[in-house]
């Protein structure tokens, strides 16, 4: 069973790639919380480590920086479990670049 839930997970990985080359963000991020489901089911950080960036920042690029930062803040959860510091700098830097953004559109739309 766990082989035919790698299986699903790598299926499910490359459809949201497609989804994303063609324009469909919502049926991606669909695809993609549907694996990080069964990633969790699996306690699989690494697999974890996969899809909470790709889903931040699909919700990025859509707008919804809130959204986007629900998932970059358990990734870089993830990293400092994985003792990943390059992969930590790097998550450090995204979300600053949302929070940023967000006070940005917050301060000129006053």
Sequence with gaps: QLNDLDLQNGILLNIGVILIERGDLSEAVDHYKHALGIFDLLDDLKGRDQILPNIGMILSD?????????????????????????????????????????????????
């Design 62 to 110: 859509r707008g919804d920086l809130s959204g986007a930062l629900d998932y970059n803040n358990p990734f870089l959860n993830i990293a400092e479990q994985l003792g990943d510091l390059k992969l930590q700098s790097q998550i450090s830097l995204d979300t600053t670049s949302v929070v940023v953004h967000v006070l940005l559109l917050a301060f000129y739309q006053i």
